[in-house]
């Protein structure tokens, strides 16, 4: 017979990871919007407001997921929370250097939030911060790449670099990106045992960006 004491632990414990995951993205959040409130309501830079837009639909899709199976591994919490935070943690006042147009770069951003935006639409409520085991999914961009998301991400938060380039956001965004990687790969070790995914990868070579990597 099956043991409901079990059960029930183990759906305490799948909820309390819930709680804690929405935890980890809504603090660098408020930080984002206290540290960088003038350009966003003051000055309307459409940059910083396309940035913390992104920002909104990942809580969004976060806080409408389904529960479900994380990683309980430490160290893959760790890269979710350092993803996280190093990518939020950005200023629009540490320097007032811009190496590209705010055009070019509210362009580039915009693309970016669209490609994370139908990585989430696919992923639907599946959709994690911390690596998880999912459905797999095989149309829209995931046809393209095996992570679009990451690298809509990317493109964001480049064309936010662009127009907002200081050291201290090289720091931020670049280490953002190299944690991203580690999240890639974490993921992928996780996705790895379901056979279709294994079978999908073989035909979607590309993990970030085409014919680069």
């Not at 989430?120 to 994690?128: E, H, P, V």
């Not at 993921?187 to 993990?207: A, G, Y």
């Amino acid at each position: 017979m099956p043991n409901k004491n079990n059960d029930n632990h183990k759906m305490k414990h799948f909820v309390f990871q819930e709680y804690i995951e929405k935890l980890i993205i809504i603090v660098p959040y408020i930080y984002f919007i206290y540290h960088n409130s003038e350009s966003i309501f003051i000055i309307m830079n459409p940059i910083s407001i396309l940035y913390l837009f992104e920002m909104i639909l990942e809580l969004f899709f976060t806080l409408l997921r389904f529960p479900g199976k994380m990683s309980h591994n430490t160290t893959d919490w760790i890269l979710a929370i350092l993803g996280t935070y190093a990518a939020q943690i950005v200023s629009t006042h540490a320097s007032n250097t811009h190496l590209a147009s705010i055009t070019f770069c509210f362009i580039l951003s915009f693309i970016g939030i669209l490609v994370s935006f139908s990585a989430k639409i696919c992923l639907g409520r599946s959709f994690a911060i911390v690596a998880a085991v999912r459905v797999v999914k095989t149309y829209g961009p995931y046809r393209i790449i095996r992570h679009p998301m990451y690298a809509g991400y990317m493109l964001t938060s480049f064309g936010f670099l662009l127009y907002n380039f200081s050291l201290w956001n090289i720091c931020t965004i670049f280490s953002a990106w190299f944690v991203q990687i580690l999240r890639i790969q974490a993921e992928e070790k996780i996705l790895s045992t379901d056979p279709q995914w294994s079978l999908w990868s073989k035909h979607v070579r590309w993990k970030l960006l085409p014919f680069i990597y």
